[in-house]
């Protein structure tokens, strides 16, 4: 009859192992560093029966390299005494770390006096385990330590959801102008850095007024629905664009000079009034104008966005549906 309990130092019979969630998380991964050959393989072969395909390390240094390897939710059992870098080195290490996802530290020792104990969880460890190591025990507290990291991804995602709430608009989806505006200071900063020209292009919908007073407010929120998700196929993946506020668009297009982010506005343009968008029980066309600004000197977000908004207006004035470029000198952009 096959016995439940793992040989050598490993001790108890192996329970069922809990499904796991059902609702899509992030990989979890398992890091095992032991400096005993034989240890690690019985504490790996362990692991594997109850489901787990760890990552292993000889050597406390080892073990770092693969806790700082990937930012991903991670178990990481650490034996206390190795030679280089201990175990306890190790969880202080972690605590230390910027990484997004949560590292459950967990101490196999053979101390086991409580001041020991202790120093080991002051240290930053989230659990121990006393040698040997009975195999139920070890079960169990994985289980804990999986509903540990389960809970603290699920804060990680409520952070994200507030942060993209507090950055994005409600009705597009894009960017606020908070966060539109943040994009604006940072590519400036970059592109003080790194010397190389950016652009943006200030949009508005042309005779929006109109659209919500003959078809009435919800459709002119589709209306704004419809001509962001146009803006976002144009635009690369990098490239930030944000509702300026109320009809108005802003993006920034790092690396375009100005006949690039020209020809950027005119994909726009094109996209936006090419196709009819349906207005209740018809479809109409709508247009947008459209004003570039290209970053060339020492300038500041002000100065860029009201070139920018002198564009649009020339645009509106000389008839909208159309691209403009900013005309102002040079020296007018300086801070």
């Not at 001790?11 to 398992?30: K, N, Y």
């Not at 635009?235 to 944000?242: F, I, L, N, Q, T």
């Not at 000079?257 to 726009?268: L, P, T």
């Amino acid at each position: 009859m096959a016995s439940n309990v793992f040989p050598g130092p490993v001790t108890g019979a192996v329970a069922h192992v809990p499904e796991p969630p059902a609702h899509p998380a992030p990989p979890l991964r398992m890091v095992v560093a032991d400096d005993s050959a034989l240890s690690l393989a019985m504490m790996q072969h362990l692991l594997g029966k109850l489901g787990f395909n760890p990552q292993v390390a000889r050597d406390g240094a080892s073990a770092w390299e693969l806790l700082q390897a990937e930012d991903v939710p991670t178990i990481a059992i650490l034996d206390w005494m190795m030679p280089g870098m201990e175990g306890i080195d190790i969880c202080r290490r972690i605590r230390q770390l910027s990484h997004q996802h949560y590292i459950y530290a967990m101490l196999l020792t053979g101390k086991s006096e409580k001041k020991e104990i202790i120093e080991g969880l002051q240290a930053g460890a989230d659990d121990y385990m006393t040698k040997p190591i009975n195999v139920e025990e070890l079960q169990a507290r994985l289980v804990v330590a999986q509903r540990i990291i389960h809970f603290q991804e699920e804060l990680f995602a409520a952070r994200e959801v507030l942060r993209n709430q507090a950055s994005h608009d409600y009705l597009t989806q894009l960017l606020n102008r908070g966060g539109i505006m943040e994009s604006v200071q940072q590519e400036l900063s970059r592109s003080r850095r790194t010397r190389e020209s950016f652009s943006v292009i200030l949009a508005d919908i042309d005779h929006f007024k109109q659209i919500n007073d003959t078809f009435g407010h919800l459709t002119g929120d589709d209306v704004l629905f419809e001509v962001a998700s146009r803006i976002k196929i144009c635009v690369r993946s990098y490239d930030s664009v944000g509702r300026y506020g109320g009809e108005e668009f802003l993006l920034v297009v790092p690396g375009c000079d100005q006949s690039q982010a020209f020809q950027v506005a005119e994909k726009i343009r094109q996209a936006v009034g090419g196709t009819p968008i349906r207005m209740g029980q018809t479809q109409k066309a709508v247009t947008i104008s459209l004003g570039v600004c290209t970053r060339t000197v020492e300038t500041s977000p002000e100065a860029l966005l009201s070139a920018a908004d002198s564009a649009l207006y020339l645009a509106k004035k000389s008839g909208r549906n159309r691209t403009e470029v900013s005309s102002a000198p040079a020296g007018l952009l300086k801070t």
